[in-house]
């Protein structure tokens, strides 16, 4: 998430698995989805089922013939939750749809009313600037900034840990609930840079505030026992379901807090000290992601279908 300095700024545009191949098993002539085994005359050859059981698959009780018969699982290459690569997505075709599309101008117009500026609530500037959208954009501008990003690289980073840290989250909340907990870590996260830079001109946009969220309320489970990152970790889906730690639990959770601590820190120095960081013309709205990632910590239990 990024700040732009100045409006000529604006102008700037810019596992699953893989096929788990099994050996191909030979199968009674019909029963082609029973369990792999061969039938040799009355007797059965292999680890499973019996030749009754080859007899009864086969018509008028005779064997057919064994053919090889090869069996895959086949997964998509990317494994996301819907609901995630539908915002991805929406995310990506915005800015093509501003990079390939819009012409220079009409590009600053939809920055201004979709972008969130602090400036549009202090009356006396909003009324001087003319910001487009009224009232209406006051408010829709507390969502829409997070999906419109400064270049590639701002859009890739985002995406990239949207889909690695919601992608959890949303296997656990399902799919309404991840969009309003989208919206819910967007708009906090744009009230905190609010109220961190006051009547501020320079447009707030991208995605990491939400982004920021998931990353927090991924945290509260992933690492737990069970869990998808934790000491016994599986590839269930009951993983995703594993009890969240509480607040208390979470202070005391040495991976959990050294992870916040490095998260909190890079913050810090690429935004409030502003170090350069690829993706980003302008200043790190480094407020809006800690309005986030507090939002999603402390506001997850609201959103999680698993009893405490």
Known sequence: MVTWPSQAACRLRGFGRGEIARSPPLFCGTARHRP?????????????GSSEACKAAAPSGRLGRRKPLHLSQREPILNIPGVIAVLAGVMILVHCWRVFVLD???????????AFIPARFERSLAASWGFPGGIAADIWSFVTYA???????HLGVNVLWFVVFGSPVARRFGTLRSLAFFVVTAAIGAAAHLAANGAELAPM?????????FTAAAVR??????GPLGPMRSAHPDAYHVPALSLP???RNGTVMGMITVWILLNVVFGAVSLPIPGAEGQI???AHLGGFVAGLVLFRLFDPVAA
């Open 285 to 287: 709205a480094w407020q």
């Open 147 to 153: 999906f419109l990003h400064a270049d590639w690289t």
């Open 104 to 114: 220079p101008e009409t590009d600053i117009q939809v920055l201004l009313t979709f």
């Open 205 to 213: 946009i991208g995605a990491s505030a939400a982004v920021s969220g």
């Open 221 to 226: 489970f992933v690492f737990q026992s069970g």
């Open 36 to 48: 792999a085994f061969r039938c040799a005359g009355s007797r059965l050859e292999g680890p499973i």
């Open 249 to 251: 639990d979470l202070v």
